[in-house]
């Protein structure tokens, strides 16, 4: 077993060729190649996993920008509605108007004096 591991070394590395093992399904479950064509499938491997991480990083900012900005917006605005509405404003009149003629000569004079 042992010469025939040897062998399929010595042709892998004799012409930078691959071997397969399967088992008795067919199923591969070893692979034996050259160490520099190794070498390349796992600098490979970890540039992809570096690109992905890249990637995923860019989309955190992106998203870490956006919510920066939905709350800077959101401060502006609170600070500007405390600034426009004066807490201390009232909707309702200070004394009720009453339509009659009895009363306008007092409102009138009250509307001179404003």
């Known amino acids: 077993m042992a010469?025939?591991?040897?062998?399929?070394?010595?042709?892998a590395k004799a012409d930078n060729g691959k071997f397969f093992?399967?088992?008795?399904?067919g199923?591969?479950?070893?692979?034996?190649?050259?160490?520099?064509?190794?070498e390349a499938v796992l600098l490979k491997k970890v540039?992809?996993?570096l690109e992905d991480i890249e990637d995923i990083?860019?989309?955190i900012i992106e998203a870490q920008k956006e919510e920066d900005k939905v709350q800077?917006?959101?401060a502006l605005q609170?600070?500007?509605?405390?600034?426009?509405?004066?807490s201390t404003f009232s909707f309702e009149p200070?004394?009720?108007?009453?339509?009659?003629?009895?009363?306008?000569?007092?409102?009138?004079a009250e509307l001179e004096d404003i």
């Open 3 to 11: 010469d025939n591991l040897q062998k399929l070394i010595k042709l």
């Open 21 to 25: 093992v399967i088992d008795e399904q």
């Open 27 to 38: 199923n591969p479950v070893l692979v034996i190649m050259g160490i520099e064509e190794y």
């Open 47 to 49: 540039a992809n996993q």
């Open 57 to 59: 990083n860019r989309k």
């Open 72 to 74: 800077k917006k959101q």
């Open 78 to 86: 609170e600070e500007l509605v405390s600034e426009v509405i004066d």
């Open 94 to 108: 200070d004394q009720v108007i009453v339509n009659d003629a009895t009363n306008f000569g007092a409102y009138k």
